[in-house]
């Protein structure tokens, strides 16, 4: 089974999906949330964009460390920056699919917090993961669209605002 090569077309289609959604996102609501435990609407799309490159760092590291490392959420301010996060980081984690090999995805991966582990799975369960919270999260930004009369473009098919596949 050529499992990169799966993930490698899925990743492609998230991103044609989640590519639609970003053009429709609305400048000027980036600090909507539909309650104050939700994330505000830039945040969360942002967010969405960054998880893009994750099979980048999960195919060349073994962990990711929120305290102890580089990484710092992107701060962004318009759509255009959106796109081109999302573009790029498109770009990194697709790359990092056609250069890995099938046997990369056995290893370990790991994400901790100050050195507690919060999560450990295989490369391949936390691409996996990666793809899921792609879906999961882009849902919540259609809910805010929704909520907002922002028409969704389809996902998986038609939506009620846009009837084509």
Do not use: C
């Not at 991103?15 to 949330?33: H, I, L, S, V």
């Not at 490392?69 to 990092?96: H, I, M, V, W």
């Not at 799975?121 to 691409?127: G, L």
């Amino acid at each position: 089974m050529d499992t990169l090569s799966q993930f490698k077309n899925e990743l492609e289609a998230e991103y044609q999906t989640t590519r639609k959604f970003f053009e429709a996102y609305p400048d000027g609501k980036n600090d909507y949330a539909p309650h104050e435990k939700s994330m505000k609407m830039l945040p969360l799309a942002t967010h969405i964009a960054e998880i893009f490159e994750w099979p980048n760092t999960m195919l060349k590291t073994s962990e990711l460390d929120f305290a102890n490392g580089d990484y710092q959420p992107k701060q962004l301010s318009t759509r255009e920056d959106l796109l081109q996060t999302l573009d790029q980081n498109f770009k990194y984690g697709k790359e990092a699919l056609e250069n890995a090999q099938e046997n990369d995805l056995n290893t370990s991966w790991a994400l901790k917090n100050d050195g507690q582990e919060l999560a450990k799975w295989s490369k391949y369960e936390s691409i996996r993961h990666a793809l899921n919270q792609i879906t999961h999260h882009r849902a919540q930004l259609g809910v805010y669209y929704r909520i907002n009369d922002i028409p969704l473009p389809g996902s998986y098919g038609p939506s009620a605002d846009h009837q084509s596949f």
